[in-house]
């Protein structure tokens, strides 16, 4: 943004010159006319008056377009940011916060700034330098004017911050409001085929409604304050100006005061407090953006404080390096010990299995090993640490998108759509998977819709195995990736994960299913740790 500082600092010095020049000009034209002057006499004024009126409109649209092309600019630079970030932190921390609220704040929150960048940082530009600007040419002109100038200005500011103070309270209710919202209606949207196949979709009815109610209520609590602050600045400002007015008639009339320098600074006095009383009422405009933004700071942050090992570190994987060892990993979530002190050797070719009781942390370990939550203790491949572009992983939750089954499948690739490589590679990989039998130029609907649980989940499956054969990636993780398949369906997937092994893969897959720990090369046990 500094480039659109710096040129609305200029802009605002442009359009403060015309400011003053037209109140300059009015005067003259006035009192040239009272004077008896003629048309001829007057025409230079009236073209240098509209001079100063074509600047000023020139002045507010380039300020206007600038701001737009700066508020594009950072809103990109803050999603570009902010989902990196998300990627970072991992599904785990998206679970937690909720994809309603995570696309709340991405999508609508970030696009609140453009009220904060295309209207309220104008105005603070512009009250910055005109005001003072201002000020000092009435100064120079009526001193008197200028002390009351003086005197009435600083009462604005102050019903700023109090009103500013109040305005930020409500809107962060607002905000957490429509967060609120946009995940009740999405729990309701996600369940509604269970709700109805128990006959229950029309009791979510009223908690909608509760929940939009609140939010009605809030915004109307924020509109309500708007006008009211609307309302008192407008008040104070008007009251200045007149206040002034009646000075400048009194001493008109006194002969102390010659008309052109009255009518001269009687033209400014409402130009002085219109970008101060501008930025009051702009900040509401500017509130939910700004709500918005500090959470997306705060994400950052949280991204930030994971190690850049944990992330995707390397442009491309090296192959198996040695073994996969975790020596003492320890994972909280919030207060609870999850893992406690986790010590284990995966070697290259072969098939090991995660199991144990609900809740012992199987799936947190692989999280561990993804670095999608923070962890104690080291994770190891070879002589270096594990890094995310090392892995080729499927989760519980297919995660599938809109598009078709290839693309899903191949996403992420480096090689481009309709390549031969890429073909055969989808080809290949949906055998792997077992997923043959599925069309891959076949549409999915939002979140994969058009699929069955199985066959979602063999794609995601062949999302791993595509990974795996295009990076080479020498770990390949798997979730429970047999839990919505057949006894057939199932053998099969594992005839795969045993010739990735055989490849020279470190294939380690939670499972308590019994065909699943009978083809492991090894089983390994974990407890449940009751620790808060």
Known sequence: MRGFLALGGLLGLIQTASIIGFAWFVSVLVTGAIAGQSLAELSGSFAALAAMVLLRAFTVWAMDAASAAGAARVKSQLRVAVLAGIRKLGPSWTQRRGSAATATLVGPGLDALD??????????????????????????????????????????????VLIGMATQAVQRKQWDSLQHLSGSFLDVVGGLATLKIF?????????????????RTETMKVLRLSFLSGFVLELAGSLSVALIAVTIGLRLLDGQLTLAVGLFVLILAPEVFLPVRNVGAQFHAAADGMAASAE???????????????????????????????????????????????????????????AGQSGSGKSTVLAALLGFVPSAGEITLGDGPLTRTEIAWAGQNPALGSGSVAGNIALGSALAEGTPERVRLIEA????????????????????????????????LARAFYRWQELGTPVLLLDEPSSALDAETEARLLGSLRAAADAGAIVIVVSHREAVLAAADRVLWLETVHVD
């Open 429 to 460: 990989s949906m055998r792997l998977a077992a997923a043959s039998g599925i069309d891959p130029e076949h549409e999915l609907g939002v979140n994969g819709a058009g699929l069955s649980g199985g066959q979602a989940q063999r794609v995601a």
């Open 296 to 354: 997306v700071f705060e994400v950052l942050e949280l991204a930030d404080a994971i190690p850049a090992d944990a992330a995707a570190a390397a442009a491309a994987p090296a192959q198996a390096r040695g073994p996969l060892r975790l020596d003492g990993v320890s994972v909280h979530r919030g207060d609870r010990l999850i893992v406690d002190g986790l010590s284990a050797e995966f070697e290259p070719g072969t098939l090991s299995v995660l």
């Open 115 to 160: 009220g904060y960048f295309g209207k309220y940082l104008p105005q603070l530009i512009l009250t910055a330098i005109a005001t003072p600007l201002l000020v000092l040419a009435i100064f120079l002109n009526d001193w008197l004017s200028a002390l009351i100038v003086a005197l009435a200005l600083p009462i604005i500011p102050l019903f700023m």
């Open 199 to 215: 006959g229950r979709e029309r009791r979510q009815l009223a908690r909608i409604r509760t929940v939009t109610d609140s939010y």
